[in-house]
């Protein structure tokens, strides 16, 4: 813990007292150690004895030195999301400013307690998320309604540390009974799993419920939650004994009972499957017509609560030729070993089938169609070295969205093959998204029987210039990104005296350098902390993923400079540790430009700087990270006071 000591040995006025404090209070990351520092440092600047941080109720949360007496100097907490409580200080002889001190000091400290109780909370739900996401993949995993529910209620009870558990479901009398039990089983009779009357409340109208109960003279703390997911309800989950009480405790059995219900329905409808026989015998997948059947249910789902869903067709490239030579064993070996990948790589609520032929299509709930082509790009760039030769290992695939590419099955499903053409008319081996936009070109190309490339490929930039967009849409921080690393790479490509079609081509590399973003997920775009190494490696990825987007198209000559723009001059740079010239000097000037723009736009985890503090930065990165002449060439431009480049005139 931090402590202001040593207030007679202190030098200095009491502005530079105020400022060091402040100093070390914002060094601070530790939520529990917050108040005692602010405390200590009320004593500190003030020059008072005591002092106290209250909470909004008035309860003291930290006090240091005598109890309070005489009079009191008080400052607010407010924090961005409303008031924190209030600062104290008393007795002793104040300083002069001790009041201006205070206050200072109360507006610092109250930011660093909302940043410090955001982190630990962020930190809390991440951990949340990934038990729960545990035990709702074990439950999905169980195959049948009642092994589900099972495991939910032994899952729940070992994440709460509940030694009592049970399911309760009511009975012909409306009285709700258990069907399930786990743990020390209570031998209290008939009314061992009677409910308290607001927690029977509660678990009638499926409200989450915590409180304490008495059961023949025992005392327990008591917590239900409703198990339901869409039109499917499976009980109560009731977990007694539950040792804390918190807001964390509550939000995990909250997750847990929804996730676990959706995970139940997942196992019930595979039970369900096997039972109607709808398996298909070579992949071991569901078959086309319960894929038909499930996916008018998603629909209806989706449409009923305004949610997302996606529906993603795969097949490997060589197939057909496999078919045509009479290879027919092979093209299901590889069908199969197609299926055992996509099992391996969806997520618990997705749903894998074989639709017909060689085509695999998957059901994504609640994906939008970057979040699907997401899933769709890690399957396919898995796919060479989780699949063996010789089976066919380049996979194109073809994603729709609803309600986008259609409202109806065989609307999202037209339009996940007609993505799946466009794929492989441009080369194969890649994932595509529909888009009505796209669609209606092609269309138009049919029409007139226009069968050449060019239109084609025409269709397919357009496509990835609004990928692109799309990217940057999806972090508030990256609006306009690329159009901003556009317009300053190709005023810096000019001011370096290149040709004017070089010139046009580095601007579209600028506009298009983060579309390989495409296949970064939102916990990692948007996270506000550090990355981790694992976090790291999948961004460090994006650059190989927009050059493998713009493969074999007329874009194909900027592809290099896309994959080596986080490329540094002393060789520390990635994808492939490129130093000096043997970097493409579009790259470089593509790199100075987009750190231009990342630090005068800010990002989630660092806040904006100032033009002036930009430039700074970039300069002393010179030689280092950066080329120098393209950092000449950008100050150059910022010293005539380019737009773009210079800061806007403030009136």
Known sequence: MGVFRGRRKRAGTGVARVADALARLGAERRAGEVPALVVSAAVDVTGCAGAEVAAPSGEVAHRHGPPPSGPILEAPLRGPDGDLGTLRAWGGIPAPDAADALGILAIVAAQVMHATRVATGARLAEARAQRVGEAAADVASAG????????????????????????????????????????????????????????????????????????????????????????????????????????????????????????????????????????????????????????????????????????????????????????????????????????????????????SGDEIAMILPDAEGLDAVL??????????????APTPRALSVGVATYPHAGAAREELIAAARSALGWARSHGGDRAFLYDREVAAMLEAEARQ????????????????????????????????????????????????????????????????HDVGKIGVSDRVLRKTTGLDDEEWEEMRQHPVVGNRILAGTKLDGVRPWILHHHERVDGGGYPDGLAGEAIPLESRII??????????????????????????????????????AVVAALQALAARGEPGVAPRPTS
Not at 183 to 207: E, K, M, Y
Not at 459 to 486: I, K
């Open 144 to 355: 049948s309604r009642t092994d589900g529910l099972a495991r939910l209620l032994t899952r729940a009870r070992a994440l709460l540390a509940a030694p009592t558990g049970a399911i309760l479901v009511p009975d012909a009398d409306g009285r709700l009974t258990p069907v399930l039990e786990d743990g020390v089983v209570p031998t209290a009779g008939a009314d061992a799993w009677a409910l308290p009357d607001d927690a029977a409340a509660a678990a009638a109208a499926g409200r989450l419920w915590f409180g304490e109960a008495v059961v023949d003279g025992e005392a327990y703390v008591l917590a239900i939650a409703p198990l339901a997911y869409g039109d499917a309800t499976y009980g109560t989950l009731v977990l007694r004994g539950v040792p804390r009480l918190d807001e964390d405790e509550r939000l995990l059995l909250d997750e847990l009972a929804d996730r676990g219900a959706a995970a139940v329905w997942i196992a019930a409808l595979e039970e369900e499957v096997r039972e109607l026989s709808t398996v298909d015998p070579v992949t071991r997948l569901y078959d086309g017509r319960y894929f038909r059947q499930r996916l008018d249910q998603e629909i209806s789902r989706a449409a009923r609560q305004e949610a997302s869903l996606s529906v993603l067709i795969l097949s490997f490239d060589g197939s057909a030729e496999l078919r045509a030579k009479g290879r027919d064993a092979a093209a299901d070996d590889a069908l199969l070993d197609l299926a055992v990948h996509v099992g391996h790589n969806r997520r618990a609520s997705d749903v894998a089938c074989r639709l």
């Open 591 to 628: 790199a100075v430009a987009e750190a231009l723009d990342a630090m005068v736009q800010g990002r989630s985890y660092r806040p904006a700087m100032t033009h002036a503090a930009a430039m700074r930065e970039i300069q002393a990165c010179a030689g280092t990270r950066y080329d120098p």
């Open 449 to 512: 029987d226009i069968a050449g490339t060019e239109n084609r490929e025409d269709a397919f930039v357009a496509t990835v210039y609004a990928l692109a967009a799309a990217v940057d849409a999806r972090d508030p921080c990256t609006h306009d990104h690329g159009r901003n690393v556009a317009h300053v790479a190709s005023l810096i490509a000019q001011e370096l005296g290149l040709p004017s079609q070089r010139v046009d081509e580095i601007r579209i590399a600028g506009l298009l």
């Open 375 to 388: 899933v769709a790009e890690r399957i396919r760039s898995a796919t060479a070295s989780a699949i063996a």
